[in-house]
């Protein structure tokens, strides 16, 4: 009788149930790779689709936003580069603005020769406004209203003044394209930042060829009318002063307080030529700009007043002239204000209105002379001598 051998059974294609439940970790990886395709399909297109390339469709898309920012920001590097090499030469054109941290607006432009700078305050620059344009040769300084009217301007052909103005401009160039560079490169957002860098929000355009100055800076760019308009309003007011005599009294107290109304910085009391408080304690819009210039108006005990003879010195300007202990102290108390009105106050002041001051030696001198002239007593007598400010 033959033994037959037992037939060998079929194993199945498909995992038992028993087996899966068995191997957990099957059972997990299963699900885990099943839920990950889900939720990265759902959240792109919205629907649930099982898509393995949906992960390498978004790195692609990633990638591909980039080139942009990048583009721009080689086309940036290019033209300061460009801008750098030419500032020890002859200058390009070009319009750099810069929205400072305390909220003036400085606009730097060149253009066909004629080199400006505008520094504003207010919403949208529509403050007081401080204009310097140079044809290389000269320099005409104009103080704006907020309704753009002329306050004060200075025409001045002194060649080294000129000269101190473009190096100093130049000098601020090469300070704001590097720290451009800097804030490109690095891309770091410091909160110490603001502490050390010089320059807010800096923006600069190459105008390459025949291209044309923005209509907003093309109005106020023009060196000839500027110049023209400054010099009427200086002969308007030695028209005054020569006329004196024969203008009434009241018309002449109207016209001067008018004057100084425009001589004063807008929303203050104290700040500028003359001031209009009533009484000690009156301030303007500004309060604390406004404190400062009260105290170093009326609390500055050695001074020279325009036109005047004092400490042996003759002031023949029509501003006062201080101590310099005194500009001291009032360039302290403008900065510690730190508003865009108390530095554009301490611009108009020391860079422009008041660029010296006086300080006080004792000399030995006669102070007692005969009929003859012959002199009899000697001693120490306190002599002014001049000084120039620090910029501000």
């Not at 080689?74 to 033209?79: A, N, T, Y």
């Not at 005990?301 to 202990?325: A, Q």
């Not at 002239?373 to 001049?386: D, E, H, T, V």
Request: charged residues 30%.
């Amino acid at each position: 009788m033959e033994l037959k051998s037992p037939k060998a059974k079929k194993k199945s294609s498909k995992i038992s149930w028993k087996k899966m439940f068995r191997s957990p970790i099957l059972l997990f990886l299963l699900l885990g790779t099943s839920s990950c395709d889900h939720e990265v399909t759902s959240d792109i297109n919205g629907t649930v689709k099982f898509d393995s390339s949906n992960s390498t469709n978004l790195r692609l898309r990633h990638m591909h936003m980039q080139p942009a920012n990048v583009t721009y920001d080689k086309h940036v590097l290019s033209d300061i580069k460009y801008l750098r090499r030419h500032l020890n030469r002859e200058i390009i054109n070009f319009i750099m603005t810069d929205y400072l941290l305390d909220g003036e607006v400085e606009i730097r432009v060149h253009y066909n020769g004629i080199t400006a700078k505008e520094t504003s305050v207010g919403v949208n620059g529509r403050g007081i406004k401080l204009r310097q344009l140079t044809d290389g040769g000269h320099l005409v300084q104009v103080i704006y209203s907020p309704d753009g009217i002329i306050q004060d301007c200075e025409y001045l052909s002194d060649i080294k003044t000129t000269r101190n103005f473009l190096k100093t401009l130049r000098k601020e160039l090469k300070l704001a394209l590097e720290e451009q560079t800097y804030k490109i490169l690095e891309k770091n957002d410091n909160e110490d930042e603001k502490f050390y860098r010089h320059f807010g929000n800096v923006t600069l355009r190459l105008l390459k060829g025949n291209e044309k100055l923005p209509t907003d800076i093309a109005n106020w760019l023009d060196y000839d009318r500027l110049k023209m308009e400054c010099l009427e309003r200086h002969e308007e007011l030695t028209f005054l002063m020569s006329n004196r005599n024969k203008i009434g009294e009241e018309v002449l107290t109207r016209k001067k307080r008018d004057a100084m109304e425009l001589l004063r910085v807008p929303g203050t009391k104290w700040c500028g030529k003359g001031f209009s408080a009533t009484h000690y304690s009156q301030l303007g819009g500004y309060t604390r700009t406004d404190r400062c210039c009260r105290v170093h108006d009326l609390r500055c005990p050695f001074w020279i007043g325009g036109m005047e003879k004092k400490y042996g010195l003759y002031n023949w300007r029509v501003n006062t002239l201080m101590h310099c202990r005194c500009d001291e102290r009032f360039r302290a108390c403008l900065k510690l204000a730190d508003t865009s009105v108390s530095n554009m106050v301490g611009k108009l002041f020391f860079n422009v209105v008041q660029t010296k001051c006086f300080i006080l030696k004792p000399v030995k001198m006669c102070i007692q002379r005969s009929w003859w002239g012959k002199c009899l007593r000697k001693g120490y007598q306190k002599q002014a001598f001049l000084r120039d400010n620090l910029p501000y």
